[in-house]
């Protein structure tokens, strides 16, 4: 399984800007993608996920009523739209993918795949 994660940026306080991760490879039925974030000195942090049975999404507080997760399942892309940008979200995003899991998890070391990471920088 490889992602590809894109859609990066320099935006400013209040913009938006929506991520995409492409998937390839064989990921079973039963999965659960997620996006993750780290910002300099900080440690890796969960910020949603959506499984594959039913699309059931789930958002850190900190972004919730912000950001969205998505799936266009005939793409095998998930995306992040993320609205009311701030500057405390300026991080490198990664998406991620653990298969099999039916439920979702807000823990990294549950996610057995990575992508690249793609740098979201907001200015104040």
């Known amino acids: 399984v490889q992602l590809q994660a894109s859609g990066g940026g320099l935006v400013q306080a209040g913009d938006s800007l929506r991520l995409s991760c492409a998937v390839s490879g064989r990921t079973g039925i039963t999965y659960v993608m997620g996006w993750f974030r780290q910002a300099p000195g900080k440690e890796r942090e969960f910020v949603a996920c959506?499984?594959?049975?039913?699309?059931?999404?789930y958002a850190a507080t900190s972004v919730k009523g912000r950001f969205t997760i998505s799936r266009d399942t005939a793409k095998n892309t998930v995306y992040l739209q993320m609205n009311s940008l701030k500057p405390e979200d300026t991080a490198i995003y990664y998406c991620?993918?653990?298969?099999?899991?039916?439920?979702?998890?807000?823990?990294?070391?549950?996610?057995?795949?990575w992508g690249q990471g793609t740098l979201v920088t907001v200015s104040s």
């Open positions: 991620a993918l653990d298969s099999p899991r039916s439920r979702w998890s807000d823990v990294a070391d549950d996610y057995d795949y």
């Open positions: 959506i499984t594959s049975i039913g699309g059931t999404t």
